[in-house]
C-alpha cells in the first residue's frame, strides 16, 4: 500500500522567514519521493526528488527536502520565503518496482498552499 | 529533456458538448503518459494512464475517455461534457525508470456552464 500525507492544507509565513511544509508517507517499497510546486493556473514543476542518495536532497529556488526513513518525512523546508513562493505544493510518492504493465504507482498528496505575506 | 505542449490553456463549454484535450511529447521515446484532473481544493486525480500506443488503463469510472493514436500523442476526450467535468486538467509523461519525475504540460482549465 502506498500513501501519501500533506499534514497542512494551508501555511502563511512572512516573507524572509522559514519555509516548513510537512509529508509523510508510507510505502510497502523502497520509494522515491518529489516535492512538486503548482503557480495559479500553470502546470506542476518539480522542484526536487529524493531516489536513495542523500537523505538532503536540495532543488531549485532555494528548497530542500531532508528523508527521514525512521520518521516516514519528507519534509519541504526552505531558509528564507520570497514572494515568488507563495503558490501549491504537492508532495509525491513513487514505489520502484513496476507492476507487470510497466506502469510505476504513483501517489500525490492532496497539496499544501503557501501563503507569503510581505 | 521532455517537453509537453497542452492545449487549449482555457476551455469554456456547454453542458453536454464534446471535449477534446490534445497533448504531445518531444525529447522521448515511448513514455507513459498520464492524464490528472485538479478539482478546485482537491490533489491531483489520476483519471488515465499509458504505456503505449493504443494502451490506455483508467483509474476511476467518469465521463471521459483517453487515446494515444501515437506514441507521443495522448488525447483526453467526451462526448457529452457534465457540469462535474470542469477542473484543471495536466497531462504528464514519465519516461521509464523509477528515478525520473514528472514532466507537466502548462495544463487546461475547464468550465463547463
Known amino acids: 500500500a502506498q500513501s501519501v500525507t500533506q499534514l497542512d492544507s494551508h501555511v502563511s509565513v512572512s516573507e524572509g522567514t522559514p519555509v516548513l511544509l510537512r509529508c509523510n508517507y508510507s510505502?510497502?517499497?523502497?520509494?522515491?519521493l518529489f516535492w512538486y510546486v503548482q503557480h495559479p493556473n500553470k502546470g506542476l514543476q518539480l522542484l526536487l526528488k529524493y531516489t536513495s542518495a542523500a537523505t538532503l536532497v536540495k532543488g531549485i529556488n532555494g528548497f530542500e527536502a531532508e528523508f527521514k526513513k525512521s520518521e516516514t518525512s519528507f519534509h519541504l523546508m526552505k531558509p528564507s520565503a520570497h514572494m515568488s513562493d507563495a503558490a501549491e505544493y504537492f508532495c509525491?510518492?513513487?514505489?520502484?518496482?513496476?507492476?507487470?504493465?510497466?506502469?510505476?504507482?504513483?501517489?500525490f498528496g492532496t497539496g499544501t498552499k503557501l501563503q507569503v505575506i510581505p | 529533456s521532455q517537453t509537453i505542449h497542452q492545449w487549449p490553456a482555457t476551455l469554456v463549454q456547454p453542458v453536454g458538448s464534446p471535449l477534446s484535450l490534445e497533448c504531445t511529447v518531444e525529447?522521448?521515446?515511448?513514455?507513459?503518459l498520464y492524464w490528472y484532473r485538479q478539482a478546485a481544493g482537491r490533489g491531483l486525480q489520476l483519471l488515465f494512464y499509458?504505456?503505449?500506443?493504443?494502451?490506455i488503463s483508467s483509474e476511476v469510472p467518469q465521463n471521459l475517455s483517453a487515446s494515444r493514436p501515437q506514441d507521443r500523442q495522448f488525447i483526453l476526450s467526451s462526448k457529452k461534457l457534465l457540469l462535474s467535468d470542469s477542473g484543471f486538467y495536466l497531462c504528464a509523461c514519465r519516461s521509464r525508470g523509477y528515478n525520473y519525475g514528472y514532466t507537466f504540460g502548462s495544463g487546461t482549465r475547464l468550465t463547463v456552464v
Open positions: 499509458s504505456v503505449g500506443i493504443g494502451q
Open positions: 525529447g522521448t521515446s515511448n513514455p507513459n
Open positions: 509525491v510518492v513513487s514505489d520502484r518496482r513496476a507492476s507487470s504493465g510497466g506502469y510505476q504507482k504513483v501517489t
Open positions: 510505502s510497502s517499497y523502497s520509494p522515491s
